[in-house]
């Protein structure tokens, strides 16, 4: 039972950084006003949000089969404060840290209407920060098992994905309404 728990655990763990890394990129493309006629703006809004709903989802399996599983003696509050776990502190810490900041840009985001545009911004950036913070907890607290080919791909895949789409977005996405978005933010809007 501990052993099929410990794999869920590991799968989804490895699913939730993918999907992760897919919202990211969506995000990304979406701030830098990406469209086509195949993928309007609205569809590659849709398709962020509902690929961060369900990283969320297996996040939530991820971080449940973890503390269900009783070999590694994980707290339910080892999940969301981090560096108190005996089990890994550093690693499954910086566990914590990213449920954290996701959580706080989930939270923002289920209550848009209700802040401001630029508060909702600032906050919404912690999701690049989740990132490559989840990236070096999966790497530093999958021990000897990180480095099978098939997971080091994984990592590397949504590494290559994710900062090919920043420098994408930084060099080349430079669009004529970005003056009248950044005012906008300004104004608090
Ligand atoms: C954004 C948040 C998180 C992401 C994206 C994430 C992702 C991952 C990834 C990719 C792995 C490595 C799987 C492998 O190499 O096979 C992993 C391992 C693990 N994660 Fe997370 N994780 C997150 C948060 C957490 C939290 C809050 C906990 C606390 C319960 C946690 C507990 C674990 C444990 C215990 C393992 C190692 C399983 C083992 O080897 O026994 N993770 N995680």
């Not at 005996?86 to 985001?109: E, I, K, N, Q, R």
């Not at 912690?126 to 080091?152: F, N, T």
Request: glycine share 8%; net charge positive; proline share 4%.
């Amino acid at each position: 039972m501990s052993q099929a728990l410990w794999f869920a655990s590991r799968a989804t763990g490895l699913v939730a950084l993918l999907l992760l890394s897919l919202s990211l990129v969506l995000g990304i493309a979406g701030a830098a006003r990406y469209a086509t006629a195949r993928w309007p703006r609205f569809t590659l809004a849709e398709l962020h949000r509902n690929v961060s709903l369900m990283t969320v989802l297996f996040l939530a399996v991820h971080v449940s089969t973890a503390i269900i599983d009783p070999y590694p003696g994980i707290a339910w509050i080892d999940a969301v404060l981090p560096f108190v776990s005996t089990y890994h502190p550093f690693w499954l810490g910086s566990g914590a840290v990213a449920l954290d900041l996701l959580a706080a840009v989930v939270v923002s985001s289920l209550i848009r209407t209700k802040i401001t545009l630029k508060t909702w911004r600032v906050v919404h950036w912690a999701g690049y920060a989740c990132w490559p913070i989840s990236l070096v907890h999966g790497l530093g607290i999958g021990g000897r098992d990180s480095s099978l080919g098939w997971v080091i791909s994984v990592n590397v895949i949504c590494a290559v994905a994710v900062v090919a789409a920043l420098v994408w977005r930084l060099g080349l996405a430079a669009h004529p309404d970005q003056q009248t978005r950044r005012a906008a933010a300004s104004a608090g809007r």
